[in-house]
């Protein structure tokens, strides 16, 4: 079936403003995570979803990101009062469950705060 | 704190000739270890992974990693490689132990190819 799928693949937006990026994960994962990747680094933990729950959002930089997973499949990443900082490749993934599931990443959308 | 690095930013080989790619953690209790491949414009996909047993894990596309307790170490080879391999190389660890979608990633290296 189709792979992990994240919408929009590229966003650019001004600083100050908010914005929404959406992942689709493969039908019938459970677990779901959200990375983000800045230039020439590797892609960083932000938060994970088992199921509708936020099981671990240790990694959210800043009370300016929150993802939300309402029915336990689609999830959003919700960033306000973008910063030039916040410029990265941020990847979803998703797997079957908590353990030793393979994860399934996603393309990325690619966010320029300008 | 968990670490993962990779010491070697870039990388360039010729078609053909073997690869190694260095990483090096810092955990713990015993790693669950993983390498992965981005190609411009794509989703990370796993090479291979390292939980327990046989310490010489074999992966996709030819490639094989051999986890080394002593040095710290997962390093990743090719004996041959291909131009298709061109890509960048993440080699990552699991921060908790049985859950292994919240990963440390290193810097990655890029591998270029000569023809």
């Known amino acids: 079936g189709a792979g992990v799928s994240q919408t929009p693949s590229n966003k650019v937006t001004e600083k100050g403003k908010y914005v929404e990026l959406r992942c689709d994960p493969i039908?019938?994962?459970?677990?779901l995570y959200w990375y983000r990747q800045s230039l020439g680094q590797g892609p960083e933990f932000l938060i994970y979803?088992?199921?509708?729950?936020?099981?671990?959002d240790s990694g959210l930089p800043n009370d300016r990101f929150f993802a939300v997973r309402p029915e336990g499949s689609v999830s959003t990443l919700k960033i306000q009062r973008t910063e030039r900082g916040d410029s990265a490749v941020y990847l979803c993934a998703s797997s079957l469950d908590r353990g030793n599931s393979p994860l399934h990443f996603g393309n990325g959308t690619r966010l320029t705060v300008t | 704190a968990q670490s993962v690095t990779q010491p070697d930013i870039h990388i360039t080989v010729s078609e053909g000739a073997s690869l190694e790619l260095r990483c090096n953690y810092s955990y713990g209790a015993t790693p669950y270890l993983f390498w992965y491949v981005q190609s411009p414009g794509q989703g990370l996909q796993l090479l291979l992974k390292?939980?327990?047993?046989?310490?010489l894990v074999q992966g996709i596309k030819g490639f094989e990693a051999e986890f080394k307790r002593s040095q710290s170490s997962f390093n990743l080879r090719k004996p041959s490689v291909h131009w298709s391999d061109a890509a960048e190389y993440f080699c990552?660890?699991?921060?908790?132990?049985?859950?292994?979608?919240?990963?440390?990633f290193g810097q990655g290296t890029t591998l270029q190819v000569k023809p």
């Open positions: 990552a660890v699991a921060q908790i132990s049985g859950n292994t979608g919240k990963l440390i």
């Open positions: 390292y939980f327990s047993g046989d310490t």
């Open positions: 979803f088992q199921g509708t729950g936020a099981a671990d």
């Open positions: 039908s019938g994962h459970t677990a």
